[in-house]
């Protein structure tokens, strides 16, 4: 079988006022009929300019030299003209962000009918009825109306699901993914990636998937290139990349992952250091800078793409898990007769594994001077990259009920009116946004706040930060109810409770200079010149910055030393909460990870307590304490980290941990999935009873008395069988989903 795509030694390069950008160099890759091949590495590396130039799309300044034929025509050279007769037909492209990428004065049924126009001889009502079809094929309800309406009247994965259907109009043969599901949230991800499959198996396409996330990559890819300063470091099938990686940049990438499947609060490694700038790339291996174990060879000479060597059979030593043979068997039996019911019956769950895997074997190359001793001597990440020793935290042998409330929230309340009307506003409505919720975080304590958009995360983290009367319920910080502050006790307990925002660079003011930024804070306070000079060097040095930082700019720095300046910031009146709203959504794995460990070797330093929102659970997972699942304004489960995400007994929770993928291929293929339906209920009409019954796989396999009690009856959040876990389901129990 010939390949559909096949990239040759490609090459792009920009000009700029400070030389030519050599942004890809010498790449090459072939794919056939089916096959997904997922493309990784930093920003920077290439990966997005690499589809741009697959799909003609770049500027006329942008010199591409090599080949990239699709079926044997040569598409390098041809006129935009000739190459819009291809886009859309031939080759099609689903972009990172759909509402830029859809027109929002065109209905979304006009915009993919106009797909089908341009490549097809068929009347309007034909393309009309086609456009229908695959609105109701990606899953949009009532597609027959909702093709009329606009963009903006969608929701994120609403909106992904539209760009997915323009890409299956014209039954493409290679369909171009640039990172599909970022910004979305985790069971919406899911979503998303089980209908790009189910378009790829329709239209037998080839498929390139661009992605950070190395998760989605090992569950949905055949094959992987890693790129790295615009050019394939590593290559090989998913199996090989993922467990026997040879190039220390993949082997780097792979560690600084946190895994869902992995209890440990240790240090992740960190890739130090920036990928070069590619008008004025170094001699030698663009990547040795970084490595931790470059030779002087690396610093000359750039090492070209070589086949990996075959590994080493080695004989497999019995597991010493520290049991006799007795206690095992014992444990065995017990743990069948305690083990975790399976997904329930009727209800949405899938099996990664149940996807086909091609059998072409290509060879596994990656480049680097030193890949036959990685290979000999089976060199992890833990064997190449410093793993940083946390501080032991001080709060770490005492019990957490015996430790002080830093933060308590009880029977919260916030809801917002719903007005109507142009001239007369009149009240129509309201929403409840938080509804009822307890939580409460101990000295030196980390609770993760989860859910999707909508839920309420970010209203409660508005709600302590406010520091005023609640509308209902009560907020205590530190002991102090808030409701009864005085304005001046308001401003002392301001210095004791700080935020940390998602996106650094909206988060401070770009014309002010680091030392400024920082200083902020301090000059609010009253803090004498001296000592804001000392504390802002001191700061800097505690976050991983320079002291010559100080003078720069915040469009000065990459996005995970702009975060390290925000928390540095956020550190400088010596608080005891830190209030973390998505701190590291926004930055690259191999970043996260330094990220990550700072914020572990802060709470450790300085005894803080976290509030700690994200989306992702295997971050939460890793930073932790305990965790808090919110819905629709509730918390529908909580309790310790490991006894949450390893005995879940709502739902939601399942579904939510279950969408999460692990990078690794095994372990994510032989999975089960449970499967959420559509989105969110509107906020301002919930359901009655459960507000999750709507969406819940367990909902469809009750008897009509059990789901009449869903229907009618609010669950009230009881013990989940843990000394810290409780749920709020009706029928909760156990469903493996790790």
């Known amino acids: 079988m010939s390949d559909v795509l096949n990239v040759r030694n490609l090459s792009v390069t920009f000009p700029s006022e400070d030389g030519p950008v050599r942004a890809v160099r010498g790449l090459s890759f072939g794919l056939r009929k089916g096959e997904t091949m997922g493309l990784v590495g930093e920003s920077g590396s290439g990966k997005s300019v690499t589809s741009l130039a697959v799909m003609g799309l770049h500027a006329p300044s942008a010199r591409v030299r090599g080949s990239v034929t699709l079926e044997d025509e040569e598409l390098i050279g041809k006129t935009d003209a000739e190459m819009s007769k291809i886009r859309g037909k031939r080759i099609a492209m689903v972009f990172q962000d759909p509402l830029s990428a859809l027109t929002p004065v065109y209905g979304v049924g006009q915009q993919i009918a106009e797909t089908i126009l341009i490549h097809n001889k068929v009347s309007k009502r034909e393309a009309w009825d086609r456009a229908v079809a695959l609105l109701d094929d990606v899953g949009i309800p009532d597609a027959a109306e909702r093709a009329k309406a606009y963009p903006f009247e969608f929701s994120g994965g609403m909106r992904q699901r539209v760009m997915i259907a323009m890409a299956m109009a014209n039954q493409p043969d290679l369909i171009i993914a640039d990172e599909p599901t970022t910004a979305l949230d985790v069971t919406i991800q899911a979503q998303v990636m089980d209908l790009l499959a189910q378009a790829q198996h329709d239209t037998g396409a080839a498929m390139i998937l661009i992605t950070h996330d190395l998760g989605v990559v090992a569950g949905s890819c055949d094959f992987v290139t890693v790129m790295y300063a615009g050019r394939a470091v590593e290559q090989g099938t998913v199996d090989e990349i993922f467990s026997h990686a040879a190039m220390p940049y993949t082997i780097g990438l792979l560690g600084t992952v946190p895994r869902l499947d992995q209890d440990s609060t240790d240090a992740l490694p960190v890739l130090e250091g920036n990928p070069p700038q590619m008008n004025a790339l170094p001699p030698g291996c663009p990547f040795a800078a970084r490595c931790p174990i470059a030779l002087p060879i690396c610093h000359t000479t750039e090492p070209q793409l070589q086949d990996v060597p075959a590994r080493p059979i080695k004989p497999m030593a019995a597991p010493d898990h520290g049991y006799s043979r007795a206690e095992v068997e014992a444990s065995e039996t017990n743990g069948a007769a305690n083990a975790p019911a399976p997904a329930p019956a009727g209800a949405p769950v899938t099996n990664s594994g149940d996807r086909p895997t091609t059998t072409r074997a290509i060879p596994h190359r990656a480049a680097c001077h030193r890949v036959a001793e990685i290979v000999e001597h089976g060199w992890g990440h833990a064997d190449i990259f410093e793993v940083p020793d946390l501080p032991i935290p001080e709060y770490s042998a005492t019990p957490r009920l015996e430790r002080d409330a830093a933060l308590e929230i009880t029977q919260l309340e916030k809801t917002f009116p719903l007005l109507k009307g142009a001239l007369y506003r009149r009240h129509v409505g309201e929403v409840h946004a938080v509804d009822k919720i307890d939580l409460d975080i101990r000295e030196g304590e980390t609770l993760g706040l989860v859910g999707e958009s909508g839920s309420g995360k970010s209203t409660t983290l508005l709600q302590v930060l406010d520091l005023v009367k609640p509308q209902a319920g009560s907020i205590s910080v530190l002991g102090h109810d808030t409701a009864t502050l005085t304005k001046k006790e308001r401003k002392e307990l301001r210095q004791h409770i700080q935020v940390v925002f998602q996106d650094p660079m909206a988060a401070v003011d770009p014309r002010l200079p680091v030392f400024d930024i920082i200083a902020e804070p301090m000059e609010v306070f009253g803090y004498g010149k001296e000592k804001i000079e000392r504390r802002v060097m001191e700061l800097l040095k505690l976050v ?195």
């Open 544 to 738: 991983g910055l320079d002291e010559s930082h100080a003078n720069r700019y915040p469009q000065h720095f990459s996005g995970g030393q702009r975060q390290r300046i925000g928390i540095a910031r956020a550190l400088a009146l010596g608080p005891k909460v830190l209030v973390l709203d998505e701190p590291v959504s926004a930055l690259d794995v191999s970043i996260q990870a330094g990220v990550i460990n700072l914020l572990q070797e802060l709470q450790g330093k300085f005894g803080l307590s976290y509030l700690l929102v994200a989306h992702d659970l295997a971050v939460i997972r890793h930073i932790a304490d305990r965790v808090a699942v919110m819905y629709l304004g509730q918390i529908v489960e909580i309790g310790d980290v490991t006894e949450v995400y390893e005995r879940p007994q709502h739902p939601y929770t399942q579904a939510l941990i279950s969408a999460i993928p692990i990078p690794d291929p095994a372990v994510e293929r032989a999975r089960n999935r449970v499967v959420l339906q559509g989105d969110l209920p509107n906020p301002a009409n919930p359901p009655s009873g459960c507000k999750f019954r709507t969406r819940c796989p367990l909902f469809t396999t009750l008897t009509t008395d059990e789901q009449k009690r869903c229907v009618d009856e609010q669950p009230a959040m009881r013990s989940g069988g843990g000394d810290d876990h409780r749920v709020a389901c009706h029928y909760a129990r156990v469903v493996e989903v790790l």
